[in-house]
């Protein structure tokens, strides 16, 4: 099975190369590794061009977008693969065989889509665990919980994304759990959790980088569960009252 990996970059000099380097040193090595770049005035392009040379599994392209998940939608466009999957430019792969797991579980147990668990990390010292999102395995009823898998650690077969128009622009910051909703509800859709860190993400998203953000960010979540039919208001105030245990443990 081939595996596409898409990265969005913009102004991510100080970040790209590590994230790179853990999608290309990954010991399972079917992939197309797909960088949309927004555009980016920095030394981005220098690195990513680097990297990229001699190298025939990295395509690269660099235009002004609509923000990340345009930059995400065009990869998802661009993508041959029979699994698709994110690595954020501020984030990097666990470790170098998780991609030859997730592959494993698709393949053992014929699902739809492989989950599993994400630590947040300090910007300077990735080693230092922030936040750690311990997932579990889904069952529907979990969604009017406010229940979602981490999306960076989210793999799904391509089909997904072109049954279900891939993400939508009229959210800013929760498309990825618009789109969550959208597949996760379907009963004929299979997904499966490997309980296992997936990817490891540096502090300070966009969904959390300001009190504003994380008030639109309510927003959109509320309007997502309405869209879809999967909750309430409370659903949204479980959804955030159950990330403090991610501090905790």
């Known amino acids: 099975m081939k595996i596409s990996i898409i990265t969005a970059t913009y102004n991510s000099a100080s970040t790209i190369q590590s994230c790179m380097e853990s999608v290309l040193n990954q010991s399972y090595d079917n992939i197309e590794?797909?960088?949309?770049?927004?555009?980016?005035s920095d030394k981005t392009l220098d690195v990513i061009k680097e990297k990229a040379?001699?190298?025939?599994?990295?395509?690269?392209?660099?235009?002004p977008d609509k923000g990340i998940y345009d930059a995400l939608n065009k990869g998802i466009n661009k993508s041959t693969g029979d699994i698709v999957g994110f690595v954020h430019s501020d984030d990097f792969l666990a470790e170098n065989t998780i991609l030859e797991k997730i592959v494993n579980v698709f393949k053992i147990?014929?699902?739809?889509?492989?989950?599993?668990?994400?630590?947040?990390?300090?910007?300077?010292?990735?080693?230092?665990?922030?936040?750690?999102?311990?997932?579990?395995?889904?069952?529907?009823?979990?969604?009017n919980k406010g229940w979602m898998p981490a999306h960076p650690t989210l793999f799904l077969k391509r089909k997904l994304y072109s049954d279900n128009g891939g993400f939508d622009l009229s959210y800013k910051i929760a498309a990825d759990y618009d789109f969550i909703l959208r597949i996760f509800?379907?009963?004929?859709?299979?997904?499966?959790?490997?309980?296992?860190?997936?990817?490891?993400?540096?502090?300070?998203?966009?969904?959390?980088?300001?009190?504003?953000?994380?008030?639109?960010?309510?927003?959109?979540d509320y309007r997502a569960v309405k869209t879809n039919r999967t909750g309430n208001w409370m659903t949204i105030f479980i959804k955030n009252a159950s990330k403090l245990k991610q501090f905790i443990s």
């Open 33 to 40: 590794y797909i960088i949309v770049d927004g555009g980016s």
């Open 53 to 63: 040379n001699g190298d025939a599994r990295i395509l690269y392209s660099s235009e």
């Open 109 to 143: 147990k014929n699902v739809d889509g492989v989950y599993g668990n994400l630590h947040y990390v300090a910007i300077e010292n990735t080693d230092k665990i922030i936040r750690n999102w311990v997932s579990e395995n889904f069952e529907p009823k979990l969604l």
């Open 185 to 220: 509800k379907q009963p004929q859709l299979r997904f499966s959790y490997l309980p296992e860190t997936i990817v490891k993400m540096r502090v300070g998203g966009a969904s959390n980088r300001s009190l504003k953000n994380i008030i639109q960010k309510t927003k959109e």
